[in-house]
């Protein structure tokens, strides 16, 4: 059984304490918390512990705060030469303190305190400085996800400005859409199916074979109704800046 201690108390680090608890390959020894009560609900009281110092000892620490504060955490744990990791998707693995070995435990996922997520399909991107200490993360990773990847730095920087594309952006679009349902009374729950059924094609298609709609069939009549219908200029812009994006592609077909 692999020991490993958590240093966080954030989303990331309440669904890796679910998940671990899941399986009986690991053991979360520790649980590193400022608050203790933040993390109660979770994991048995005594576990938890808001002092460095009395951090115990484990076969892998897990860092998963912020990214502007993992410098400053791993120069606070009081040991060294043990197998150290964050969970960032944009923070090099040089900003851990090369007091101890280093590495990345990167689970590619959105998450939301009150959200549930299948763990067993969160893909998981590792790295780390050496052979053994890779296979230490790729059986702790296995233990909770199907779908485990080693991932180097700058595949990692890609994958998060990516995801940042997939997730965060197209997100923001859906914000936009709920304000003009709103602001026309129309109830969003009618683009739900839609937006269910674009998420699902790429599973059997690339995303620019799924692409449809006015930019991509080029209907120069509906995006000049679109644009002169929107009076919000941030939609306006955005919706001239993707349809020339979608339009750029076609015409690289």
Known sequence: MIRITLIGSGNVAQHLIKAFTNTELVEIVQVYS?????????????????????????DLYIIAVSDKAISDVS?????????????SGAASLDVLDAKNRKGVFYPLQTFSKNKEIDFSTVPLCLEAENTFDFRILETVAKTISTAVFPINSDQRKALHVAAVFVNNFSNHLYQIGHEI???HQVPFEILKPL????AEKINTLNPIDAQTGPAKRNDSTTIAAHLEYLTNENQKNIYKLITQSIQDDRKTL
């Open 34 to 58: 400022r608050k203790k009560e933040t993390l109660a609900s979770l994991i048995e009281f005594d576990k938890i512990t808001n002092d460095f110092e009395e951090l115990k000892e484990a």
């Open 181 to 183: 349902c709103e602001e």
């Open 195 to 198: 937006i269910q059924e674009t």
């Open 75 to 87: 120069a606070q744990l009081p040991f060294q030469n043990r197998i150290v990791v964050h969970t």
